[in-house]
């Protein structure tokens, strides 16, 4: 079985999202990691990936950073272990490492 794993600065998914999706079915990816997603939790367009048969899990700061895996595969299980760099009231994620099990 052949996986395809791609990445993507999306860098605003509120921005994005259309073509992202968009190049999802284009692209055939089976698992996306995005970075620079730029939106709250609560704003995250979850609805449009999970349409195109995608799982998705975020994490997500207003105007900075953020992250997102979307996954044809069903996402059992995720541990997430952070290292963080905390500066004038707002944290940074330096490293983030997500452990999957599908």
Not at 14 to 22: E, F, G, L
């Amino acid at each position: 079985m052949t996986i395809k794993i791609s990445t993507f600065n999306i860098n605003s998914i509120k921005m994005r999202s259309t073509i992202v999706t968009n190049w999802l079915d284009e692209s055939q990816t089976d698992i996306l990691l995005m970075q620079e997603t730029k939106s709250i939790d609560e704003n995250f367009p979850y609805k449009e990936f999970e349409e195109k048969g995608f799982n998705v899990i975020f994490s997500g700061q207003k105007a900075y950073n953020g992250v997102a895996i979307a996954s044809k595969f069903k996402i059992e299980e995720i541990d997430e272990i952070f290292l963080f760099i905390t500066m004038k009231n707002w944290k940074m994620i330096r490293q983030g490492f997500y452990m999957l099990k599908f």
